[in-house]
């Protein structure tokens, strides 16, 4: 049965959907608490989620039809960035996340380790991002220890430029933050504000849902202004989605 708009514009405002506040297992759409202890990697590489790739949710909208679907998803802080805005509209209505250099920032992120199918249905998902490899990072793991060098996604357009700067995902938790915050509605309140102010928020949201034309324009225009990423990466791969 195909979602009905209503429930489409509630998906499209309720980005980065519900996120768990510990590390745990996806299998095959469901999920447990992982446990101390070892944890078998093999074949598996470290993969950061900025937005919706933190949540389990979207975890099952991406690999809900592999079956098998084996994923340990480790939480953490990364120091020194912030998620942040990315300057474009997803298919599904939201303004999506990426990373961001933030000084004196601790972000949580969580950790996707990913297997070789696994990573190339990801990549197919995320179409307006490069996969990049961080290197010298430092990414402290709630199970102990740290990372040194993952990877990530990072938006193809750079940042989202709201009043002259970036601003900060507040569904995102992160200490000592430097970029002004907002939640999604928030968010796809000011970009409304740019492109149709004085409509209601739900039939602006309607009308990119609808019209994919509309939505790519607004993209465009939202990139016009965009804030590049201050990040040391190197791109393994471009040409990301199907």
Same mark, same amino acid.
């Given at each position: 049965?195909?979602?009905?708009?209503?429930?489409?514009?509630?998906?499209?405002?309720?980005?980065?959907?519900?996120?768990?506040?510990?590390?745990?297992?996806?299998?095959?759409?469901?999920?447990?608490?992982?446990?101390?202890?070892?944890?078998?990697?093999?074949?598996?590489?470290?993969?950061?989620?900025?937005?919706?790739?933190?949540?389990?949710?979207?975890?099952?909208?991406?690999?809900?039809?592999?079956?098998?679907?084996?994923?340990?998803?480790?939480?953490?802080?990364?120091?020194?960035?912030?998620?942040?805005?990315?300057?474009?509209?997803?298919?599904?209505?939201?303004?999506?996340?990426?990373?961001?250099?933030?000084?004196?920032?601790?972000?949580?992120?969580?950790?996707?380790?990913?297997?070789?199918?696994?990573?190339?249905?990801?990549?197919?998902?995320?179409?307006?991002?490069?996969?990049?490899?961080?290197?010298?990072?430092?990414?402290?793991?709630?199970?102990?220890?740290?990372?040194?060098?993952?990877?990530?996604?990072?938006?193809?357009?750079?940042?989202?430029?709201?009043?002259?700067?970036?601003?900060?995902?507040?569904?995102? #938790? +992160?200490?000592?933050?430097?970029?002004? =915050?907002?939640?999604?509605? !928030?968010? $796809?309140?000011?970009? &409304?504000? @740019?492109?149709?102010?004085? #409509? +209601?928020?739900?039939?602006?949201?309607? =009308?990119?849902?609808?019209? !994919?034309? $509309?939505?790519?324009? &607004?993209? @465009?225009?939202?990139?016009?202004?965009?804030?590049?990423?201050?990040?040391?990466?190197?791109?393994?791969?471009?040409? $990301?989605?199907?």
């Amino acid at each position: 049965m195909s979602e009905s708009l209503e429930a489409r514009i509630a998906r499209a405002k309720a980005y980065p959907f519900a996120r768990h506040d510990h590390c745990f297992l996806y299998e095959d759409g469901a999920t447990r608490p992982l446990e101390p202890g070892p944890c078998d990697l093999t074949g598996r590489v470290p993969v950061l989620a900025a937005g919706s790739n933190q949540s389990h949710e979207q975890l099952r909208r991406k690999y809900g039809a592999v079956p098998g679907t084996v994923i340990p998803v480790w939480r953490g802080r990364l120091s020194e960035f912030d998620v942040v805005y990315a300057a474009h509209l997803t298919g599904y209505g939201s303004v999506p996340a990426t990373f961001q250099h933030s000084p004196g920032t601790d972000v949580t992120v969580f950790v996707t380790w990913l297997t070789g199918p696994q990573l190339e249905r990801m990549h197919e998902t995320e179409g307006n991002y490069t996969y990049d490899r961080l290197s010298r990072i430092r990414l402290a793991l709630d199970r102990g220890g740290e990372l040194t060098e993952a990877y990530v996604y990072s938006s193809k357009v750079g940042c989202l430029a709201h009043r002259g700067g970036c601003v900060a995902i507040a569904e995102i #938790a +992160a200490a000592s933050r430097r970029f002004p =915050a907002l939640g999604q509605t !928030e968010m $796809l309140g000011a970009v &409304r504000d @740019r492109f149709d102010p004085g #409509a +209601a928020l739900d039939d602006f949201i309607a =009308a990119q849902l609808s019209d !994919e034309a $509309l939505r790519r324009e &607004r993209s @465009r225009r939202l990139g016009e202004g965009s804030l590049p990423l201050l990040y040391a990466r190197e791109t393994v791969r471009d040409g $990301l989605g199907r």
